[in-house]
């Protein structure tokens, strides 16, 4: 019995990929476009999209949160699975990655589905719960600045359903987190969120070795 997750080597992913990718058509077009930017990779993969996406289906969910929205490709994948009334708050503060983000979502007819915010998320996560929202959503995706990741964490909680699920990405930080000479604030939030998920008696967890690690807690009921 393997004791933990198979390594992937190049050929293993294309076989994955190969043998359970079903990217929509405009999503390819929007990776294939994000790759030539300077920050492309900030971008997450489309097995991770494909993902989120049965990860949303799964829930039921209906209102999604994305901290982190980039050029849109994840966005884009959650809310191609939301049912029709479904709808997706996304947090950027960078208007030319998200203006890429608005075209294809425009593109593929979602646009009106999708509320962007462009703010310092905490803000924006601090309005939803003024504005009453703790408590209302079903999904929260959390892949920005990682030195804010705790400050997003504790509001995303706050604003979950009981059963509402969020996804943290890079958690693993390309191997960063073992690292001991990586002591920068970046690896250190991350660290430090990893081990404080592993026993919040609030969720339950799991931490995937899927792209750069994806950590996931599930709100309890009580
Ligand atoms: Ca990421």
Same mark, same amino acid.
């Not at 190969?18 to 390819?28: C, D, G, M, T, V």
């Given at each position: 019995?393997?004791?933990?997750?198979?390594?992937?080597?190049?050929?293993?992913?294309?076989?994955?990929?190969? $043998?359970?990718?079903?990217?929509?058509?405009?999503?390819?077009?929007?990776?294939?476009? *994000?790759?030539?930017?300077?920050?492309?990779?900030?971008?997450?993969?489309?097995?991770? &999209?494909?993902?989120?996406?049965?990860?949303?289906?799964?829930?039921?969910?209906?209102?999604?949160?994305?901290? &982190?929205?980039?050029?849109?490709?994840?966005?884009?994948?959650?809310?191609?699975?939301?049912?029709?009334?479904?709808?997706?708050?996304?947090?950027?503060? $960078?208007?030319?990655?998200?203006?890429?983000?608005?075209?294809?979502?425009?593109?593929?007819?979602?646009?009106?589905?999708?509320?962007?915010?462009?703010?310092?998320?905490?803000? *924006?996560?601090?309005?939803?719960?003024?504005?009453?929202?703790? &408590?209302?959503?079903?999904?929260?995706?959390?892949?920005?600045?990682?030195?804010?990741?705790?400050?997003?964490?504790?509001?995303?909680?706050?604003?979950?359903?009981? &059963?509402?699920?969020?996804?943290?990405?890079?958690?693993?930080?390309?191997?960063?987190?073992?690292?001991? *000479?990586? $002591?920068?604030?970046? *690896?250190?939030?991350?660290?430090?969120?990893?081990?404080?998920?592993?026993?919040?008696?609030?969720?339950?967890?799991?931490?995937?070795?899927?792209?750069?690690?994806?950590?996931?807690?599930?709100?309890?009921?009580?």
């Amino acid at each position: 019995m393997a004791r933990r997750s198979i390594g992937l080597s190049d050929a293993l992913y294309d076989y994955l990929l190969a $043998n359970s990718l079903r990217e929509p058509e405009i999503l390819r077009r929007l990776r294939e476009e *994000t790759a030539g930017l300077p920050a492309a990779g900030m971008q997450i993969s489309p097995d991770q &999209g494909q993902f989120m996406a049965l990860l949303a289906r799964l829930m039921g969910a209906r209102r999604c949160i994305e901290v &982190g929205t980039f050029t849109g490709y994840s966005a884009l994948a959650v809310v191609l699975a939301l049912p029709p009334d479904g709808r997706l708050i996304a947090c950027d503060v $960078n208007e030319k990655t998200t203006a890429v983000a608005r075209r294809y979502w425009q593109e593929a007819g979602v646009a009106e589905r999708i509320d962007l915010r462009l703010a310092p998320a905490v803000e *924006t996560l601090d309005a939803l719960i003024a504005a009453g929202g703790a &408590g209302t959503y079903d999904f929260v995706f959390i892949d920005a600045d990682k030195s804010n990741y705790d400050s997003y964490y504790e509001r995303a909680l706050e604003l979950l359903r009981p &059963g509402g699920l969020i996804a943290v990405d890079n958690v693993l930080w390309g191997g960063s987190v073992i690292d001991s *000479t990586a $002591n920068d604030s970046d *690896t250190e939030a991350i660290r430090a969120l990893n081990a404080k998920i592993s026993v919040d008696q609030r969720v339950n967890c799991s931490l995937l070795p899927l792209g750069d690690g994806i950590m996931l807690a599930h709100k309890q009921n009580s």
